[in-house]
Structures are given as C-alpha cells and as structure tokens.
C-alpha cells in the first residue's frame, strides 16, 4: 500500500512537472515568439510652432517639440558610447538642413545632397538629451518605459525658407536600435 502511495505520488509529481514545462514553454512562445516582448519600437514625431518676432524682421521663432514614444514591450535605453565617425556622437539628435532656393525643379534631395546647406549659427548635431545628463560610466541615462511619451523641445531662430530636419535615435542594444525620422517645414516671411 505504501508502495503504490509512492508510485502515485511520484506519477502526480512527474505529471505536474510535465504540465508546468508545457505551460512555460507555451508562454515563452507567446510571449517574445507572438507578442515580440523582448523587441523595442519607437515612434518619432514632431510638433512645429512659428511665431512672429517683433517688428519689421522678417526672422522667426521656430519651435520643433520632437515627440518619442515607446511602442515596444520593454524599456528603451539610449546609447551613450560613442560611435564611429560616420555616425551620430549623439545617442538622440536632430539636424536641420535649409533646401537651397537655387534647386532643379522636381529634384529629389538625399540628405547629404549639395541641394541642403547648413545653417549659420545652428550646430550640425544638436543633442536632444543633453538636459538628462549622461553618466561618466558610459551607461544608459536616458530612459522611456513602455507606453511613455516625451516631448523634448528645441527654439530656433530662422530666415524664410523651405527647411528639412531629421531626428535619429541609437538605443544602447547596437544596430538593431536606430530609428530616423526626417520631416519638413516652411518659414514663410
């Protein structure tokens, strides 16, 4: 009687063992297989504002907000060591280009084409998390957890014009987290 008392024992054992591997499994599965839950997504937006300056100055106000949102499953951590000299130094940048008045009709304009020019007085790279620090350790101090917003924004004073800008983003777990937005807006006089 003992015996079968033991036999049972260890048959419920070994059945719950094997239904609890079969439940991980399926779950695992699921989980990064199905739902992708180990990957990271981000949306980038912008929102743009301009305003008049005062008087006769033909100048304005330009307000780029750049909206990041964390569409992944897990946090996103920024990059913060740097990277080779034909990326960004930044792990999250804008750039603003100003498409030359003197452009071919129906051109279509590469980013690094002679048809953008820089800007005077606006850097080549402008950090967007530089107002989160960066730690001397070189590990991750800008964060966003899933379902987070940020709006990180940025003045310029501008000429009229047609201008492109372009925000990209490194996310510390290498290639497989970059992500690039490029936009456009008008400064009119």
């Known amino acids: ?49 301009i305003s008049s300056l005062s008087g006769e100055d033909k100048r304005r106000l330009v307000f780029i907000d750049v909206i990041l949102e964390n569409t992944g499953k897990r946090a996103l951590f920024a990059r913060t060591k740097k990277l080779n000299s034909q990326f960004a130094q930044k792990p999250c940048s804008l750039y603003l280009r100003k498409v030359n008045a003197n452009s071919l009709p129906n051109s279509h304009f590469y980013w690094y084409s002679s048809d953008l020019s820089a800007i005077d007085g606006v850097p080549e790279e402008i950090n967007l998390t530089r107002e989160y620090g960066q730690d001397p350790r070189n590990s991750a101090t800008f964060f966003i957890e899933p379902s987070e917003v940020y709006h990180i924004g940025n003045s310029f004073i501008l000429s009229p014009g047609v201008y492109l800008g372009r925000i990209r983003f490194f996310g510390a777990r290498g290639r497989q987290e970059f992500w690039s937005r490029v936009f456009s807006f008008s400064v009119e006089e």
Do not use: C, E, H
């Open 1 to 49: 009687m003992t015996q079968d008392l033991i036999s049972l024992s260890q048959i419920v054992q070994n059945f719950a063992v094997a239904i609890g591997f079969l439940l991980g499994g399926m779950w695992a599965v699921y989980q990064f297989g199905i739902q992708r839950g180990n990957q990271t997504g981000l949306k980038i937006d912008t929102d743009i504002k």
